[in-house]
């Protein structure tokens, strides 16, 4: 089956392609990208094929929707063009979909991406056919203890959300129920958050005595450093791009940023010369955090990007494990210059490419602060240096 992610990342080819996503339903995609969809059926012995438009203007749920109806009607001998062109438009998967063509232009790819899969898994499954009418609170309540029940309450808080938004959506075309209403009294408290573990700035100099000595590929190490020397995700430098670097800036693209803008990230001469250092162990000449074979395919031709896990299982491998995250060096970085107190919080926030949580303040706050991050990233870097210079001591 095809996934809302595959679909959006189908490349065009020398010639046109389908892919399967089962029982007939295929995605088409010209050698220019342009992505339709294709079912395939049986009737009175004679293979038939149809096409039930483009995508993502026809999503794959109702792709397969239809293709559920028109394998039916061609089974019992019923009319295949009136299984077509059908739209039940009282249904809750025709409301989502109409919410959800007004709301996606909003998100970000990623986190449209992820919100659009979750709803895929655990929602329109249940609900998808129902008439929005005859939905009833305790259906819902259904749906998001069992997603409870997984331990995902941050999942579970997100899809009752979305299905509210659904329904507020459809009232103005006279719907009038809400079985979300009134829901949160039976959720589950959400736990206590509980911080990911990280390297103190006063383990630092045991931990670069550690990677130093870690026998690992050149090119992990090169990207655990990178990611403590920028400040940045995990994801958003593994899947980085040469082609994002400019002089003596790195721009990550806006589709690639949990804040859903544009990201610079000002390139200091250690992290320049880390970026020189990585061409010369890069297989890929796109992407940085590719390289051939993984873990699971050490050998090979097919270029294969470096996990999340990947990263993580070399920090376990030095003996971290339990005791840091990749992701944690963001929290040693923003430890470290807050208690120091030469620059402003705001200033590091805005290199961690945090969200700003006033939302009034986040949507006129176009400031990149990008001269004082130069000089914070300029001063971190200098530390990083001292820490990195005493564990080579240590070692």
């Known amino acids: 089956m095809l996934t809302y992610q595959q679909c959006m990342g189908a490349k065009g080819e020398s010639k046109r392609r389908f892919l399967a996503d089962g029982d007939g339903l295929f995605l088409s995609v010209s050698p220019k990208g342009k992505k339709s969809w294709v079912v395939r059926y ?7 094929s149809a096409g039930l438009g483009s995508f993502p203007a026809v999503s794959l749920a109702k792709a397969r929707e239809k293709r559920d109806a028109i394998n039916l009607a061609a089974a019992t001998g019923g009319d295949v063009k009136s299984a077509m062109s059908d739209k039940d438009t009282s249904n ?8 959800w063509r007004k709301t996606a232009p909003e998100l970000s790819a990623a986190y449209g991406s992820q919100a659009y899969r979750r709803m895929e898994r655990y929602v329109l499954p249940k609900l998808g056919a129902k008439p929005m009418d005859a939905i009833t609170p305790q259906e819902v309540l259904a749906i998001i203890q069992k997603v409870e029940d997984k331990g995902h309450f941050e999942t579970a808080r997100r899809l009752k ?9 459809a009232r103005f ?33 045991q931990f670069f005595s550690a990677l130093r000595q870690f026998g690992g590929e050149r090119q992990t190490k090169i990207l655990l450093e990178l990611v403590i020397r920028t400040m940045v995700r995990t994801n958003e430098l593994r899947e980085g791009r040469w ?3 400019h002089g003596d ?8 940023m949990k804040m859903s803008r544009d990201h610079i990230v000002p390139i200091v001469p250690q992290v320049a010369a880390l970026f020189e250092d990585l061409k010369g162990v890069c297989d890929d000449p796109e992407t940085w955090g590719s390289h051939r074979g993984t873990n699971l395919r050490p050998t090979g031709d097919e270029m294969c990007a470096i996990s999340e896990n990947g990263m993580l299982f070399a920090l376990y491998r030095m003996g971290y494990k339990g005791r840091a995250t990749v992701h944690g060096f963001r929290r040693t970085a923003s430890t470290f210059l807050n208690e120091c107190a030469k620059f402003r919080p705001d200033v590091i926030e805005m290199q ?11 949507a006129y706050n176009a400031a990149t602060y990008l001269k004082e991050r130069r000089q914070m990233l300029e001063y971190w870097n200098g530390q990083v240096d001292q820490w990195k210079a005493t564990g080579d001591l240590l070692g």
């Open 352 to 362: 961690l490419a945090h969200v700003e949580g006033n939302k009034v303040r986040g």
């Open 42 to 48: 049986r009737q009175d012995g004679k293979q038939e």
């Open 161 to 169: 959300d979305h299905i509210g938004r659904v329904f507020k959506f």
């Open 249 to 256: 800036e790195w721009r990550i693209p806006e589709e690639r």
């Open 243 to 245: 082609s994002e670097l």
């Open 173 to 205: 075309e006279g719907i009038q129920n809400n079985p979300v209403e009134g829901i949160n009294e039976r959720l589950r408290p959400r736990p206590k958050q509980k911080h990911m573990p990280f390297v103190p700035p006063s383990e630092m100099p």
């Open 92 to 99: 809750f998967a025709y409301y989502f979909e109409q919410w």
